[in-house]
């Protein structure tokens, strides 16, 4: 038996219904109008004159633009932020004088007492209010200063160890009495202890050797030392 194709079955029919071919996709995008006239590539004659550095530069140029986008959104909303940001030049009252400074929003008073009023005496220990070395007086009672905002003491009264010193060059008492029962050893942290012992001793005048080692318990002595810190405060307690 003869097999036969069905186009050849069509042919030799009487009668066929061709089916119309669909244009490509790719035909219907790019193909132009020709019933206007014009020319099917009339829309690349002006790339006809491009070179290749031309085309590499419109490539870069592109790029930029919209690399640039996301600068520019900010840019925009930059206004917004600064109206609500908080003021950077701002007034301090350190050991009784008024000092203007710039302070970051995320600054800490240690930072700016050390870095930028050069009152070096408040030192950076861990930097985490553990360890007391960066202890000072806000109104009066004692801080951390590593883990206190400066932002946060505008107006108030804050004292370092060197506020202590008498006009006349005299030490505090607390400094004396330290000097007196050798509690600086290394002297890292002998800054911190005065000014806990003197909050301490503002706090309660008299207070007994538990209560004085209760106050003084926020601060430490990598030498050990805590014995004569702690007769110190006993003997600045009696002069005060």
Not at 37 to 64: Q, T
Not at 141 to 146: A, K
Not at 208 to 230: I, K, P
Request: charged share 20%.
């Amino acid at each position: 038996m003869t097999e036969r194709n069905p186009v050849d079955i069509g042919l030799a029919g009487s009668t066929v219904s061709q089916v119309p071919t669909q244009p490509a996709e790719s035909e219907i995008l790019t193909c132009p109008d020709h019933s206007i006239g014009s020319s099917p590539f009339e829309w690349s004659d002006g790339l006809a004159s491009w070179s290749r550095r031309d085309f590499i530069k419109g490539i870069i140029a592109s790029g930029v633009a919209v690399s640039g986008v996301p600068y520019l959104a900010s840019a925009a909303s930059r206004p917004a932020l600064q109206a609500g940001a908080v003021e950077r030049l701002i007034s301090l009252n350190v050991n009784g004088q008024t000092r203007r400074v710039d302070v970051l929003p995320n600054e800490t008073l240690a930072m700016t007492l050390r870095y930028k009023l050069g009152l070096t005496g408040t030192k950076l220990g861990c930097d985490r209010a553990e360890c007391g070395a960066c202890t000072v007086l806000i109104d009066g009672v004692t801080h951390y200063s590593c883990s206190t905002l400066t932002q946060r003491v505008r107006g108030k009264e804050i004292t370092t160890v060197e506020g202590l010193e008498s006009p006349t060059g005299e030490l505090h008492p607390v400094q004396q009495a330290f000097m007196d029962e050798l509690g600086p050893q290394c002297g890292f942290c002998t800054p911190g202890q005065v000014m806990a012992a003197v909050g301490l001793l503002m706090a309660n005048p008299n207070p007994t050797r538990a209560e004085a080692r209760q106050g003084m318990s926020g601060n430490v002595c990598r030498c050990g030392a805590y014995d004569h810190y702690l007769n110190g405060v006993m003997r600045a307690a009696r002069e005060v």
